[in-house]
Structure formats: C-alpha cells, structure tokens
C-alpha cells in the first residue's frame, strides 16, 4: 500500500504546506549527509553536531531559509513565509526517530484541551513526507509551527517559587506577575516535562508560549 503524503493533523490553524514541508526535508537530509562524520562523533563521544557556528549551516541552506535550532532528536528551520519547520534530526539511523513529529502532534491534541490559563501553543500542521531510501524508511513526518516571538526568553534560572538563584531579580521580573522566571516555567510543567527556557517564552501580553511539547 502505498503512503498518504500530505497532512496528516493540524492544531487550532493549517501551518505551512506540503511542497515545503518535503523541500526542508530533503536539504535536511542533504545536510545530513554532509556531515555525517559529525554526527558519528556526537554519538560516540557525546560532541554535538551543531556546535559549529550557526552561518555554516546556514550556508548549506538555499536563500531564504535559516537555520534556528537543533534539540537531542530535531533540527527546525525558518523559511521564507515565516514558518517554523521541526525536521527529525537522525533521518539516516533507522531507529525510530522518525516518531518525534508525529508523537508531538499528538501530544498537541491531547494537551491543548487542558491548558491552564496563560498557556498556549502554538498552532501547527504534521505532513507526511517521502522518507529517505538510504535508510530504508519509505516515510517520515515535518512539523509546521506558527512562529512566535522569542525576543524576550526567561533567565535560565535555579530558583524555585519564592526564590531566585540567578541574582538578578529586577531582570527576573517577568512580564507574567512572577517574581521569578523560575514560578513562571513551573506553570509549564501541567503541559510538559521537559521545562527550560528554551521551550517556553512570554510575550507581551504575559501569555506563555510552549514552543515544544515533543
């Protein structure tokens, strides 16, 4: 049976679309293969692949698309519309990596019904795309993401309730009625346990966004 390419799921609003959902991927494998040798020594030695410097592999990208971050399993990239793409990071190991998109969509879905006030995620669409042939997966899942604003992250601070351990309080003050950013994060935690401030941002109107439920 052949696959059903294309969509597969879509939180609040439809993110992106399908031609650039498999475009990003096939670059992503491309650059993968490029730097395949890094990616024996991260599991090896525990160096990360993306230590090098964000311009090389932006360099690898074709014009318009960026590069924004990589995680443990996914890479996400930026395109020229402005959305956000989360491609799983392995797509040569054949180890069930592929999984990471389409296990935070559903997340998503049983998550949104439940959030506390203050909480939001951002809308997003799952495609299902050709997968790659040298590692023998006939499919894999891209992830678009509303982009939010990541201008103003929370400390990445140790305290805990009603005290702060970063010695910065007064930039502590978040814009969400906490003293510390460390209250705000612990929000987080009904939604997600993987809680730092790379995964969770305020915006200016004092809603936390959780940018990776995965």
Request: net charge negative.
């Amino acid at each position: 049976m052949s696959a059903k390419y294309g969509a597969v799921m879509t939180y609040t609003a439809k993110q992106g679309n399908y031609s650039e959902a498999r475009f990003i991927h096939a670059v992503h494998v491309r650059i993968m293969e490029h730097v395949n040798d890094l990616v024996n020594a991260w599991r090896n030695n525990g160096m990360d692949l993306w230590d090098s410097p964000a311009e090389q592999i932006d360099a690898m990208l074709p014009e318009g698309w960026s590069w924004i971050s990589s995680g443990l399993y996914r890479c996400a990239y930026l395109s020229p519309k402005g959305t956000v793409y989360k491609v799983n990071r392995y797509v040569r190991d054949g180890k069930g990596i592929h999984a990471c998109n389409y296990g935070e969509a559903l997340k998503v879905q049983q998550k949104a019904h439940s959030l506390s006030v203050g909480l939001a995620i951002p809308a997003s669409t799952l495609y299902c795309v050709p997968g790659n042939s040298a590692d023998g997966t006939a499919t894999d899942y891209v992830l678009a993401v509303q982009a939010v604003d990541t201008s103003t992250p929370f400390n990445d601070c140790d305290g805990y309730e009603d005290y702060c351990t970063c010695n910065a309080e007064d930039e502590c003050h978040v814009r969400v009625g906490v003293t510390c950013s460390s209250q705000a994060l612990e929000r987080v935690y009904s939604v997600i346990s993987d809680v730092h401030p790379g995964n969770a941002y305020p915006d200016a109107d004092g809603i936390i966004w959780i940018v990776d439920v995965g």
